[in-house]
């Protein structure tokens, strides 16, 4: 495809403010606005249940190709993806959801740390440099001190784990199967998963809260869908620094809808954590293709749980073998 860098970046910024949509969306569950809260669980799947309706209807439409999926990959990124974007859910009725959404972004440096052991990866200085700033951002954010400290930011630092493990995993989809496929077998593991683990807490929602939870299936859809989009009109280190703007519709929707302001603190703990994932970014688009966890092609990078991977950990565009 005709590589159109504005568009890209006009996609990235789109499906910025899907993402953050949902975890607003999630917030307005988790809480009592409209009406009795609804567990995470309950949360995520309505996430998946209507993420998967959106991409059955496409598939009745588009009537793409499909090759045999890796059944058993798919169904472990699915848990962590899974399991990521509860306790994202869970984070964002507690705290504000610029704080648990920056925390989040901690998952490709959680990767990159785990490649090591698990895929054999080297890691430079520049790359554990860049580790180093953005955990440090997070310490920012999680506020260490007896007075201020949030104990339900454990839950966005759980959410970072989760996804970070889940690109691990992803590494074992590199190349293997169509982005669509990937997203349409991803959403339907997830709707099993998730329809079981929420089955002890499950409580039927009121028609506000319906309509929150197809939302947040519809917003992720399209998230997913505008970010395979982007990567496919321009290289991951160019639309890399647009993904971050989620921060700022974060910020944004939460001030509008919950009057949370941002405060010193969290502006500069969401600082430190976007410059250390960004020197990553950096660092990754100036080495030479090599097949390491920073090599997951575009079209496997779409965590199954919560928004697509934020691309620090991907080098520039390259054609399927």
């Not at 006009?10 to 499906?15: G, K, Q, R």
């Not at 901690?106 to 490649?115: F, H, I």
């Given at each position: 495809?005709?590589?159109?860098?504005?568009?890209?970046?006009?996609?990235?910024?789109?499906?910025?403010?899907?993402?953050a949509?949902?975890?607003?969306?999630?917030?307005?569950?988790?809480?009592?606005?409209?009406?009795?809260?609804?567990?995470?669980?309950?949360?995520?799947?309505?996430?998946?249940?209507?993420?998967?309706?959106?991409?059955?209807?496409?598939?009745?439409?588009?009537?793409?190709?499909?090759?045999?999926?890796?059944?058993?990959?798919?169904?472990?990124?699915?848990?962590?993806?899974?399991?990521?974007?509860?306790f994202?859910?869970?984070?964002?009725?507690?705290?504000?959801?610029?704080?648990?959404?920056?925390?989040?972004?901690?998952?490709?440096?959680?990767?990159?740390?785990?490649?090591?052991?698990?895929?054999?990866?080297?890691?430079?200085?520049?790359?554990?440099?860049?580790?180093?700033?953005?955990?440090?951002?997070?310490?920012?954010?999680l506020?260490?001190?007896?007075?201020?400290?949030?104990?339900?930011?454990?839950?966005?630092?759980?959410?970072?784990?989760?996804?970070?493990?889940?690109?691990?995993?992803?590494?074992?989809?590199?190349?293997?199967?169509?982005?669509?496929?990937?997203?349409l077998?991803?959403?339907?593991?997830?709707?099993?998963?998730?329809?079981?683990?929420?089955?002890?807490?499950?409580?039927?929602?009121?028609?506000?809260?319906w309509?929150?939870?197809?939302?947040?299936?519809?917003?992720?859809?399209?998230?997913?869908?505008?970010?395979?989009?982007?990567?496919?009109?321009?290289?991951?280190?160019?639309?890399?620094p647009?993904?971050?703007?989620?921060?700022?519709?974060?910020?944004?929707?939460?001030?509008?809808?919950?009057?949370?302001?941002?405060?010193?603190?969290?502006?500069?703990?969401?600082?430190?954590?976007?410059?250390?994932?960004?020197?990553?970014?950096?660092?990754?688009?100036?080495?030479?293709?090599?097949?390491?966890?920073?090599?997951?092609?575009?079209?496997?990078?779409?965590?199954?749980?919560?928004?697509?991977?934020?691309?620090?950990?991907l080098?520039?565009?390259?054609?399927?073998?």
């Amino acid at each position: 495809m005709t590589q159109n860098p504005p568009l890209a970046a006009l996609l990235v910024l789109s499906a910025s403010a899907f993402v953050a949509g949902t975890t607003l969306l999630a917030k307005m569950l988790g809480t009592d606005v409209l009406g009795p809260a609804l567990h995470p669980l309950q949360i995520s799947q309505g996430r998946f249940v209507f993420a998967l309706s959106s991409f059955a209807l496409a598939a009745l439409v588009l009537r793409p190709s499909f090759t045999r999926p890796a059944w058993a990959v798919h169904t472990g990124r699915v848990v962590l993806g899974w399991g990521g974007i509860s306790f994202l859910f869970a984070a964002a009725a507690f705290i504000p959801l610029a704080d648990a959404t920056a925390i989040s972004f901690l998952n490709p440096v959680v990767g990159m740390l785990l490649a090591i052991p698990f895929l054999g990866e080297k890691v430079g200085p520049w790359r554990i440099a860049a580790a180093l700033i953005a955990v440090t951002g997070a310490m920012i954010l999680l506020r260490p001190t007896p007075e201020a400290f949030q104990p339900a930011a454990l839950l966005a630092v759980g959410a970072a784990l989760c996804l970070g493990c889940e690109l691990v995993v992803i590494k074992r989809l590199t190349g293997r199967e169509g982005a669509f496929q990937i997203l349409l077998v991803n959403n339907l593991i997830g709707t099993g998963i998730a329809s079981v683990a929420a089955l002890a807490v499950w409580q039927m929602p009121t028609p506000g809260q319906w309509a929150a939870l197809t939302g947040i299936g519809m917003l992720m859809a399209s998230a997913q869908t505008c970010f395979v989009q982007a990567l496919r009109r321009a290289d991951a280190s160019f639309v890399s620094p647009f993904w971050y703007a989620t921060l700022i519709f974060a910020a944004l929707y939460d001030a509008a809808l919950f009057g949370v302001v941002p405060d010193r603190v969290s502006l500069f703990g969401g600082a430190v954590i976007v410059a250390g994932a960004g020197l990553l970014a950096w660092r990754e688009a100036r080495r030479k293709p090599a097949p390491t966890l920073a090599g997951v092609t575009p079209s496997a990078a779409i965590p199954s749980g919560s928004a697509p991977m934020p691309p620090a950990a991907l080098p520039p565009s390259r054609p399927r073998r």
